[in-house]
C-alpha cells in the first residue's frame, strides 16, 4: 500500500481520500463529483479538462492541452495521477449539469403522440390490471379449526373470490403469522395476474387491515446517459411524479462500448450494475418524496433499457454484445425481486424487464413500439431512436423489421470540437446574417455559450448549408469575406463566439470536421432507414408515419433534419414525437398486463436485420454523405427552395 | 456501555470479551462452547452446572447447588453473571458431547425397515428423476444465427431433446455468457423437473463441457436436538456419506417450546435462523470432505424438520405455533434457493423443505411416513416418533390419522434427576440381582457412569417392576434390605452408583420423581395411541405393524417398553425400528420426484387430531398412570410372567 492523499474538488468542495497514482478521474467517481469522459478515460476526447489550483499531479498532459492551458494549470483528468493533497477546479466546462433533464421541456413545433390513459385501455379492451389488491376479513382459527394461515388464506381466496392456481410467494408466508393478527384477520392481498393464460396467480405481499386504495408502480427508463422514473397510481392511472437524472455509469464512459470495455475489467460488472442501481434507487427515493406515497404501497417496478443497459443493471456479462456475431445473453428475463437487484423497494415488489430484441435492439426500442402503440396500427411506420446508436423500427400491427446503425456520437455531441449535451449554455438555435454573416445564438437557459448540443449543430448546420456558407459537401465557402471563417492549423472553422463571448475562455467554433462527423452520423442513419425499406421491399414513399423517440427525437427541428437529410422528407403532420418510448411503455405495462402478454407476441414478430452485413448498406451510406443526399429528388421541397435561392441570388 | 471482561472456559480452553452483567450461558454460546440448559436459560433444571476457577461471578446460586457445591465453586451457568475476568470449567456432565451422535450404532435385538434403493423404485414404478443432467453440444452463433443465448439453449432442447415448457432461472442468464464459450457451446444443463404433470422444467445451471457423471443429493434431517446430513449419488442411489451433530440451537433451550421463547426475544428469530444454518453448513462441508465430491456438482438439497424446526430455519416466526389454538404458518412450502437461506452450496440449488400437517405433526412426520412406505402399505400400521413430543400415526395406503402429544423430556434425560443423553457415561442398560438387589451397569462407552439416558431409564424401570422392587405406582417397597433404597430429604430413591464410581463426584440415583416423570411420559404416549384408535374406530388389536422412528426408537428395547406400558403389547416381529425417519423421507424424495407427488396426496389424505380437545383423552392418561396400566389385561404377556414370579416367591 502506497501512501494516502486528499483531493478536494472545487466548486463542489468534495473531500477523498484517494491512494498515490490513483487517476483524477477515479477520484472524482469515488468524490461523487462527475466530469465528463466522453472517450471513456483513454485521454483522447479531452473532455475531462480540471484546473489544478493547490498543489501538484503527476502526468495529465496532452495534445489536447495548449501550452497556455498547461502554463494555467488545466489537466486532463483521465491522466492526471495523485502525488500528494491537491485541490481540483472542475469548471463549467467539464461538469455534467442534472438540473436540465428535470426542466420542463420547450415544445417543439410538432405534436407529441396521445399517451393512453387507463380509462382508454379500459375502453379499447386492453385492460388487463397486472397487480390487484383484495381486502380480506378470514375467520378467525379456533379449537375447531386450525388450518396453517397460508392455507387459511388460500382457501378463503378460492371459496370467496372464485380465485385458483394461486401460488404463495415466500415473503408473504414470512409475514403473514404477524400480519393475519394485527388486525383481527382482515388483510389486504395483493394479487400479480399472470401475463399468459393458465399462468399462476402469485400473492406477492399482504398488510394488515384495508390498504386497497393505495396501489403503485414505478416505471423507469435506464437510459445510456440519463434515467428517468415515474410513479404510477394503478388506480387512476395517473402520473403522480416524474425524475430523471444521469445514469452514474457516464463516469465509466459515455457510450455503450466504453461501458461494456469497463465491464470486462476485474470487478467492473459489479461496479457498473452498482453504479446504476445506485441512481435508480436515488430516482425512487425523489419520487416517493414527491408524491408523497407511502414506499410500501409501492406493487411493482418496470424498467426498459437498451441491451447493454438491460444486462449490466442485472449484472448479466455483456461482453458478447460487442464482439462479432454479437450476441446478447437473453431475449426476455423471469421477474427477478427488486430487492434482489440492490433495489430499495418492499420485498414483494417484482422487477420487470423489457425484451431485448438483439445486441443493439434493446427493450428500450421494444418498449417504445409498444408504448407509442405502433404495433397496433395499421400505418406503415417509421419508429427512430436517435442517439449514439439509432435505431429504427419499420412495420404496423403484421409486421415488423429492425435494425440498429452506429451513428456515432456526434447528436449528443461528442466528435464535435465544441460538441456538449443539452445543458444549460449549450447553443440550441442559430441563425445567421446572410449580408453580414454573423450569428445570432440562443443557448439553454439563456446564458454565455459553453458548447453546442446535438439539436442545435443540425440547425446550424442546415443553415449554413441553405444560406450557402457550406456547400452540399460540408465545406465552407472559402470566398466569403468574414473575419468567422477562418483556417485554424489548417482546418476551416466558423466562430460561432469569441472567447470573451463565452464561458470557456476560447473562441466556440463550427469546423469542417464537425461537419463532416455530423454528416456521417446522419447518413448512418437515413442510409440504415434506406437499407431495411429496401430489405422489406418497400420505399420512402411507402411511409405513412414517422415516430421519432428519444430525448434527441424531442428537440430535433424537423424541418432542419430533413434539410440536412438526416430525415425523410415527409409532411410535418404525418411525425409525432413520442418523447421518451422507453419510459413510456415501461409505464403502459404497469398499467395493464395487455401489453406485456402482446410484447411476447410482438417479439416474436419482429424480424432483426443485421446492416453490417447486408451488402447494399454501404451504398446507400456513401449516397447519402451529402447535404442532404447524393440524389437531391428524394427531397423534393428542400431542391425547389434551394433553386428559388440560387435564381434569387444570381437575379 | 460498561466494562468488558474475559472469560475463559475450560477445558476447551477457549476465551470471549464479554459486557459486564454478562450470563455465563451467553458467554459459553458466544464462545461456541456448550452447556447443557434443559431448562432454556431459567435456573430451574440446574443441568448447566460450571465450576469457577479462578475470579468471581456475582449471583449463580440455586437450591439445586448444596453448599458443600458452592464451596467447591459450583455456579449455574445461566445465572452467574461476569463482573471481572474469570475462568470457567465446564464439568463433564454439563457438557454436550457430539462425538456419540457419530459411533456406529450398537443394533438392538429388532430388525430395521428396508431402505429402497433406486433399483427398486425404478422396479416398483415409483421413480421420476427429479434432477436431470443433459450433455448438449449447441450449434455456435454466426453471421446468420445471433439468436440470444438463453434462447439458442432453450430452442436446441425443444428441437433435438424434445424439452418444451422450459423456464430459464435468473442465475442461468448471468452464468451462460461465459459457460457457453468455455468449451466452444457444449455445455451441460441440469433440468429440475416439475412434480405435478403440465408444471414446468426449471433450467437450474449450466456448466461447460459433460458433467453428466456427476449429480448429487443432499438430505437433511433437522431435529431439536440433532441434525443429521446424507450425500447422495443421483445416479448409483447411493448414499456416499453420512454425518450428524447437535443442532446449535440447543444452547437456546433444549425443546421447541423454549426455542420458540427465543425466538420470540427481539432478533431472537434471525439469531436462531443462523444458528441452525451454521449447523446445517459445517455438517454439508464434513459430507463434501468425506464423499470428495466436487460442490458445484451438488444440484438438490432436501430438508425435513418439526414444525417449529422447520419454521425456525426458513426464518418464519413460530409464535403462534405454542399458543392456542396452535396455528402453524404454512403447511407447504415454495422451493427457495439454498443460499437464500444461508446455505453453503452453489446459488442453483433450490432447497425443498417437508410440509407440516399440523403445529405438532411437521415435515419429520411426514418424511417418515413416507420414507418408510406405510402411505403405500396394505397392512395398518401405527408410526410412532417418541421424544420430548411423540408423534403418532396411525393408517394405511386409504386413509391416515395422526396427533401429537407431549411426553415431557423424560426420555431424552429431561425432568429425571440424573438424566442425561445417550452420550459417553450414559447408563444404558441395567439388571438386578434378586437377592441382593445390587444393580449391575452398562454405560455407553464403557466409561464411569455419568448419568441415565432414556433407553436406560425404560430398562431400569421395567426390571424394577418386574423384580418387584418398584410396585405399579412407582414406588420403591420401603421393606426391602438395602442401603442402596434411601430416603433423601424425604425422597425414596435407589442408588444406580456410589459417589467414588461416578465421574461426577455425586451419588447418581432413580428417585421415586424420576419414576413418576417417566410414567407420566409413557402415559401421554400410550393414552395418544388408544384416543387416535378410539377416534378412528380401531383398537389395538386392529394393529398389524408398529414403525418406530426416531434416536429414541432406535435403542429402546421393545419388550421393556411393553411392560411398563409404552408401547402396546404385540409380537415383536411386528414392529419395525425405522431408524431416523426424517433422513431417510429427505433422501427418497432427493431420490425422485414420485414421492414429492405423493406427499401432496398424503397431505390431503392425514387428517390430524388434536389430543387435548379429545374428551376421552385424559380418561386414557390417568389409565395409563400405572405399570404398566390400569388395566393389566391389555398386556396378556406380562400378566402371565407376573403371576408366575408371584407364584414363585410364595412358594
Known amino acids: ?48 479538462r480540471v484546473i489544478i489550483e493547490e498543489g501538484q499531479v503527476a502526468e495529465g498532459l496532452s ?21 500528494g493533497d491537491v485541490v481540483v477546479r472542475v469548471p463549467v466546462e467539464s461538469e455534467v449539469d442534472a438540473s436540465v433533464l428535470n426542466a420542463l421541456a420547450t415544445p417543439r413545433r410538432t405534436a407529441r403522440i396521445h399517451e393512453m390513459d387507463l380509462e382508454e385501455l379500459k375502453e379499447q379492451g386492453l385492460f388487463l390490471p397486472p397487480i390487484e389488491k383484495k381486502y380480506l376479513e378470514l375467520p378467525e382459527p379456533n379449537a375447531q379449526d386450525h388450518l396453517p394461515d397460508v392455507t387459511r388464506l388460500v382457501s378463503f381466496l378460492k371459496l370467496t373470490h372464485d380465485e385458483h392456481r394461486l401460488e404463495v410467494e415466500f415473503p408473504v408466508i414470512r409475514k403473514m403469522p404477524d400480519i393475519l393478527r394485527e388486525q383481527d384477520f382482515k388483510i389486504t392481498a395483493t394479487l400479480a395476474r399472470p401475463v399468459h393464460k393458465g399462468g399462476k396467480t402469485r400473492i406477492i405481499n399482504v398488510q394488515a387491515g ?37 445514469n452514474g455509469q457516464i463516469s465509466y464512459g459515455e457510450d455503450v462500448i466504453t461501458r461494456i470495455m469497463a465491464a470486462e475489467k476485474p470487478g467492473g460488472l459489479e461496479k457498473l450494475q452498482a ?55 437473453a431475449s426476455l428475463y423471469p421477474p427477478i425481486k427488486a430487492v434482489e437487484l440492490g433495489i430499495e423497494l418492499g420485498d414483494h415488489v417484482p422487477a420487470l424487464v423489457y425484451p431485448s430484441v438483439s445486441s443493439y435492439v434493446g427493450g428500450d426500442i421494444v418498449a417504445g413500439v409498444m408504448g407509442s402503440g405502433m404495433y397496433r396500427s395499421e400505418e406503415l411506420t417509421l419508429f427512430m431512436d436517435i442517439g449514439t446508436n439509432a435505431e429504427i423500427v419499420i412495420g404496423n400491427k403484421d409486421w415488423l423489421a429492425c435494425a440498429a446503425c452506429s451513428a456515432g456520437p456526434a447528436f449528443e455531441g461528442g466528435g464535435i470540437q465544441f460538441g456538449m449535451r443539452a445543458a444549460k449554455g449549450a447553443i440550441e438555435d442559430f441563425s445567421i446574417d446572410p449580408a453580414t ?23 446550424m448546420v442546415a443553415t449554413l448549408f441553405e444560406t450557402g456558407v457550406i456547400n452540399n459537401l460540408g465545406k465552407y465557402d ?29 473562441d466556440i467554433v463550427l469546423t469542417e470536421i464537425d461537419i463532416e462527423n455530423l454528416i456521417r452520423a446522419k447518413g448512418a442513419i437515413y442510409s440504415g432507414c434506406m437499407t431495411l425499406l429496401e430489405e422489406v421491399g418497400l420505399s420512402i414513399g411507402d411511409i405513412e408515419r414517422i415516430n421519432l423517440a428519444g430525448g434527441f427525437g424531442s428537440y430535433v427541428d424537423l424541418e432542419k433534419a430533413m434539410v ?12 409525432s414525437f413520442i418523447g421518451n418510448g422507453s419510459l413510456m411503455g415501461a409505464k403502459m405495462s404497469s398499467l395493464t398486463n395487455r401489453i406485456r402478454k402482446d ?9 432483426n436485420f443485421e446492416l453490417s452485413e447486408t451488402a447494399s448498406y454501404m451504398d446507400h451510406y456513401v449516397a447519402a454523405l451529402f447535404l442532404p443526399h447524393t440524389d437531391i429528388n428524394l427531397f423534393p421541397k428542400l431542391k425547389k427552395r434551394l433553386e428559388a435561392r440560387r435564381k434569387a441570388q444570381k437575379g
Open 275 to 329: 453504479v446504476v442501481i445506485k441512481t435508480i434507487n436515488s430516482i425512487i427515493r425523489k419520487l416517493i418524496k414527491r408524491s408523497k406515497v407511502d414506499m410500501d404501497e409501492i406493487s411493482t417496478l418496470t424498467m426498459a433499457g437498451n441491451t447493454t443497459m438491460t444486462q449490466l443493471m442485472l449484472k448479466v456479462n455483456p461482453r458478447y454484445i460487442r464482439r462479432s456475431p454479437y450476441v446478447p445473453a
Open 599 to 607: 410484447v411476447v407476441e410482438v417479439m416474436k414478430k419482429m424480424t
Open 210 to 246: 384495508d390498504t386497497t386504495g393505495q396501489n403503485y408502480a414505478i416505471a423507469v427508463d435506464i437510459g445510456t446517459t440519463t434515467v428517468y422514473g415515474q410513479l404510477i397510481d394503478l388506480i387512476s392511472g395517473e402520473v403522480l411524479a416524474q425524475f430523471g437524472d444521469f
Open 437 to 459: 454573416l454573423e450569428p445570432m445564438l440562443m443557448t439553454i437557459g439563456n446564458v454565455r455559450p459553453k458548447g453546442i448540443c446535438g439539436s442545435g449543430l443540425i440547425i
Open 478 to 506: 472559402r470566398d466569403l469575406d468574414t473575419p468567422r471563417i477562418r483556417q485554424t492549423d489548417g482546418i476551416w472553422e466558423y466562430v460561432l463566439a469569441w472567447k470573451d463571448e463565452t464561458q470557456i475562455d476560447r
Open 1 to 48: 500500500m502506497g501512501n494516502t492523499y486528499t483531493v478536494r474538488f472545487l466548486p463542489h468542495n468534495r473531500k477523498i481520500e484517494v491512494e498515490e497514482g490513483q487517476t483524477l478521474i477515479r477520484a472524482a467517481m469515488e468524490a461523487g463529483v462527475h466530469v465528463n469522459a466522453s472517450c471513456g478515460g483513454e485521454g483522447v476526447c479531452g473532455k475531462c
Open 63 to 83: 495534445e489536447r492541452l495548449s501550452k497556455e492551458d498547461v502554463e494555467k494549470g488545466y489537466r486532463l483528468a483521465c491522466r492526471a495521477k495523485v502525488t
Open 564 to 575: 440536412i437529410g438526416l430525415l425523410p422528407e415527409i409532411d410535418a403532420d404525418k411525425v
